[in-house]
């Protein structure tokens, strides 16, 4: 019945929990904003950029103004300066909102271990996802992203409330 | 003045919020009394090419002053490396200018090159030029595409990071490491070509040289993009010295000054090549001059290509100074002995000062280096084009409209890891 009713233009019935929906819709088109720091940010770039064609997986649309963003990827060392600036761009994102923290610096402070900078965006602000390398390379970023997809294909109404922990790839 | 701590909160970062007293004398009286407006552009926005952050005050939409306030990544590298042995230190200069890492290395080994007094083979020094040229493409690259998307050219982005790609896989092929490979070592490269490599670069030339018309045939005669640029950012030669602006910046405003034709380094003085130099001094001269230089250096490395000899070493053999190669460890104890001790403590450097500059693809890098006896330095210090060229925006911006600003600043090619390091 079901596809001779959707040839005559009937579009029949899908059954799913409320769960699978909302976070199909999360996972299919997360905006992320549009922010760079340092060398990852050129890495990010890249991805964005024609090889690795990040709106493959419906992000291609990055948003300037953080109140649009889904999305916070610190693509960078994170500097004492700069800390409060990015806790205030993650505190002006509307929920849900999501943040990959990208390269070493982000995740540790790297190969510095320094008076000038933080030693992992994580004292700043929570993060869902550690993306290593100096700079990752494209594909780890989109692994990242898809260790993301599938953090959130996890998530339940029921638990948004509840803290996330953080997964590290 | 009193050394102030890191801030910790929002109101200690932007404290000229509240306090335009703080301002007396940066911006015009008229802004104190409330005539003309403070708008805050950064750290966080999508043209100022990384974390830049500047306070224009404007009438209207006019731009009357223009203040940069910098140091939103500064990383404590000069710091860091004088904790790292000289060998070391490469790593951390690749992380400085991130557009182009190699032109960082090759400045940093130079100094330390000219410090302890090592000799670089000829092969070597064809290798570097090689790559050093490459990564002016890379770098011209991508300034040429976030210039362009800045000013609404979409296309442009994509079609010059699909080349920039290649490039960066013949980096990984190199050094295993699309951006920071450090494959400069003091002495030479830290490996030869592997095999393949040449094959790959010739036939990338050949591929590349008709994607610089391709970019060309999109802007170049483009009425939008000639609108946006042309008489934009004007900068007379004298102004341009006297602010110390270098590289295509400098040569955008006519003044033939190039150091790899002025002070030659690593053999640059047996290849021939034109510096191109623009007329205006505007954002579109600049552009121009860059997108010659591509093609310059496409000219460079297929002459480097037919220099390059087949044998030879590609780093100095001095044992002092480089650590043997692999193979020769199971033979000889001396071998051994220069593997562990340069491996562990490093090789040592006077205790005397030295200042080497280069031509990196966005101006005169200059490195200052301050030897102890040991094996650490004293100081090292980088006199960085972007910094310069970030301080030289009041006078470019001066009377220009704020979407001005955003070509002015794209078209000096800022990196903000160069400059506040």
């Known amino acids: 019945m079901g596809v001779i009713s959707s040839k005559l233009g009937n579009l029949g019935v899908v059954t799913t929990t409320l769960d699978t929906a909302i976070n199909w819709g999360r996972n299919g088109a997360m905006w992320p904003l549009l922010f760079g720091l340092a060398c990852c940010a050129i890495e990010y770039m890249g991805t ?37 600036v990015v806790r205030q761009l993650y505190d002006q994102m509307a929920d849900p909102k999501w ?42 970023l989109l692994h990242g992203i898809i260790t993301l997809h599938e953090k959130i294909k996890g998530d339940s109404i029921r638990h948004w409330a509840a803290p996330q922990e953080a997964i590290r790839v | 003045m009193a050394v102030q701590s890191a801030p910790e909160t929002m109101e200690q970062v932007f404290k000229w919020e509240g306090s335009l007293d703080d301002l007396k004398g940066l911006v015009s009286e008229r802004a104190i009394t409330g005539e003309t407006m403070l708008l805050n552009m950064g750290p966080h926005h999508p043209s100022t090419h990384g974390v830049l952050r500047v306070l224009l005050e404007l009438d209207g939409e006019e731009i009357v002053t223009c203040l940069p306030d910098v140091g939103f990544l500064h990383t404590g590298i000069e710091k860091t490396i004088e904790s790292k042995t000289y060998e070391k230190g490469v790593t951390l200069t690749d992380r400085m200018d991130y557009l182009a890492p190699m032109s960082n290395n090759m400045g940093y080994c130079l100094a330390v090159e000219k410090l302890v007094g090592l000799e670089v083979p000829y092969r070597a020094q064809i290798m570097r030029v090689i790559c050093l040229e490459l990564t002016r493409l890379n770098s011209h690259l991508v300034w040429l595409g976030t210039h362009a998307i800045d000013m609404g050219a979409m296309s442009v982005f994509l079609y010059a990071f699909r080349e920039r790609e290649m490039i960066l896989k013949m980096f990984e092929t190199l050094s295993g490491q699309r951006l920071m490979g450090s494959y400069m070592r003091p002495g030479g490269v830290w490996r030869d070509f592997p095999e393949g490599f040449l094959q790959t670069l010739e036939s990338f030339l050949e591929y590349f040289q008709p994607k610089i018309d391709d970019y060309e045939r999109l802007l170049t005669k483009n009425p939008l993009w000639i609108d946006r640029t042309q008489g934009i950012g004007v900068i007379e030669p004298e102004q341009a010295m006297a602010w110390g602006i270098s590289g295509p910046s400098l040569r955008g405003s006519g003044v033939n000054w190039d150091l790899r034709k002025t002070m030659p380094y690593s053999s640059y003085e047996q290849f021939d090549f034109n510096v191109p130099v623009g007329e205006h001094g505007d954002v579109y001269d600049r552009y121009l001059v860059r997108i010659l230089e591509m093609r310059e250096s496409v000219k460079i490395i297929q002459q480097a290509l037919k220099k ?39 090789f040592s450097a006077p205790d005397e000062e030295v200042f080497v500059a280069i031509e990196s693809p966005r101006g005169e890098l200059g490195v200052y280096l301050h030897g102890t006896g040991g094996t650490k330095p004293r100081r090292i210090h980088f006199k960085t084009p972007s910094f310069v060229h970030i301080s030289s925006l009041p006078i470019m911006t001066q009377g220009h409209l704020i979407a001005d600003l955003v070509a002015i600043i794209g078209s000096v090619d800022v990196v903000l890891g160069d400059c506040d390091r």
């Open chain 1, 99 to 140: 943040v990959i923290s990208m390269g070493d610096c982000a995740s540790c402070g790297g190969v510095y271990n320094n008076y000038a900078l933080v030693q992992g965006v994580d004292e700043v602000i929570p993060v869902d996802v550690y993306v290593a390398g100096c700079p990752p390379r494209p594909e780890q």
């Open chain 1, 48 to 84: 964005q950029a024609s090889n690795y064609d990040l709106s493959r997986f419906g992000m291609e649309l990055n948003r300037a103004s953080p109140r649009q963003a889904d999305l916070l990827i610190v693509s960078g060392r994170l500097t004492r300066k700069m800390a409060p």
């Open chain 2, 308 to 346: 390059l000899p087949a044998k030879g070493p590609f780093r100095s053999e001095n044992r002092k100074f480089v650590p043997p190669p692999r193979a020769e460890l199971g033979q000889s104890m001396e071998a051994v002995i220069h593997h562990f001790k340069l491996w562990t403590e490093g």
